[in-house]
């Protein structure tokens, strides 16, 4: 194989098939499992979103309650997780903290030393269901201590979204705000072979356990070229400063050959698909906090680096500034992500499991000719 060959970054690669997701960047479109991901943030509670990824159909009534008592029911995290948690210095990232944790979760699954127990299907359905309830509790624990809080124990009686913020914030905002959190956990839950999710398909491919491969798609994740880039819009807020200083702030940043984060995608080259959802749901917080100093920077600085390179925002450039308007810190927004694509991630691990193939592509290489060792 020439290098010539060589898809660099597998860009254009078609490399298996799935049934979870289909993004259309001509019609502009994300399906999950069929529905139009706009549909779903419309209408639809993250639970029943994380059941249809699982299960391929929408949950009924009867199949959503279920579910919502397994969720609550697992949320609280085991002494020796919350220990772990608490030996990490609080200044570390929370990235690497949460992805710490998910490592330590494997540990405490006991399913996983019985014969053919790594890669059962009906336990890694099982282990979905649990690192989706312990993520949010772990996430917020992660929150609270980076402001020298106690954790918040979960509580029973809130869904999931408005129990997140409550174990982070302990109290809920308006409903308006609360649904926009559930909206952005909606729009990130699943965006076919993304980094993040083939990093996992890999992991799984080798018929590792589920734990591992969700550890590595978070480490994955991390990159500011994949999800770090919600975190690194904020950091490129607070550079810019106001609406005025755009012009001149993108002149230096682009004669610097900067990336700006939060524009562009691998896939979509007109526009994420995403982002009208995301944007109307920021505005409904930007409304609420009356911060136009802020809508007005979003604006100036999409329609300024739009009309100058014409690559439009993704997702993370509206999620950004949302999470930062409901209170989070910054680097916890990247954990947010967390909480939501694993849904996407897991549906993928098991679905890599029902119908394996040991992912290994090939090289063309391009160091030195055959030589020998002197002397030899
Ligand atoms: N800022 C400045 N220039 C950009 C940007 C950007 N955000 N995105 C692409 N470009 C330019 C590149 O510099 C390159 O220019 P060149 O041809 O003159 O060298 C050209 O557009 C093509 O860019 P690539 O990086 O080669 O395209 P690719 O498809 O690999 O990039 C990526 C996709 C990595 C997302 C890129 O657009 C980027 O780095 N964006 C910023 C990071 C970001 O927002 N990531 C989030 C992705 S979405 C998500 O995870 C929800």
Redesign the pocket.
């Known amino acids: 194989m020439s290098a010539s060959e060589v898809k660099k ?1 597998l ?1 254009g690669v078609v490399a298996d098939v799935t049934a979870i997701s289909k993004v259309n960047p001509e019609s502009n479109s994300l399906l999950y499992r069929g529905y139009p991901v706009q549909e779903l943030a419309a209408t639809q509670p993250f639970e029943a979103v994380a059941y249809l990824l699982w299960h391929g159909e929408l949950p009924t009534a009867a199949q959503l309650a279920d579910f919502e008592r397994l969720e609550r029911a697992q949320r609280a995290l085991a002494p020796s997780t919350v220990a772990v948690l608490e030996t990490m210095p609080p200044d570390a990232h929370p990235m690497d903290i949460v992805r710490t944790a998910v490592s330590q979760l494997g540990t405490l699954d006991d399913t996983l030393h019985e014969p053919g127990g790594w890669t059962d299907p009906q336990l890694d359905l099982d282990r979905s269901a649990l690192l989706f309830a312990q993520l949010p509790t772990i996430i917020a624990a992660v929150q609270r201590r980076r402001r020298g809080l106690a954790p918040i124990p979960p509580r029973a009686d809130l869904d999931y979204s408005r129990n997140f913020l409550w174990m982070t914030f302990g109290e809920l905002p308006s409903d308006a705000a609360v649904d926009v959190f559930r909206v952005s956990l909606v729009l990130y839950a699943e965006h076919s072979f ?1 980094a993040s999710t083939f990093t996992a398909r890999v992991i799984a491919s080798t018929t590792s356990d589920l734990y591992s491969a969700v550890v590595g798609a978070i480490g994955a994740l991390k990159g ?4 770090g ?1 919600n975190e690194a819009v904020m950091h490129i807020f607070e550079e810019v400063g106001t609406a005025a200083n755009v012009v001149p702030w993108l002149d230096r940043a682009l004669a610097e050959k ?9 896939v979509y080259k007109h526009g994420d698909s995403r982002v009208p959802t995301m944007h109307a749901a920021l505005e409904v917080l930007l409304d609420e906090s009356g911060r136009t100093d802020l809508a007005a920077l979003y604006a100036a600085l999409e329609s300024e680096f739009v009309a100058r ?1 014409g ?1 439009y925002p ?3 450039y509206p999620s950004g500034p949302a999470y930062h308007l409901l209170g989070f810190d910054t680097e916890i927004f990247t954990p947010l992500f967390v909480a939501a694509r694993v849904t996407g991630w897991t549906a993928h691990i098991m679905e890599q499991a029902a119908a394996n193939a040991l992912i290994r592509p090939l090289s063309a290489y391009s160091g030195v000719d055959e030589r020998h060792v002197p002397g030899l």
Do not use: Q
């Open positions: 970054g860009a993304n500011p070229l994949h999800g880039a900067r990336k700006i984060m939060g524009f562009g995608h691998r390179k690559i993704n997702l993370d």
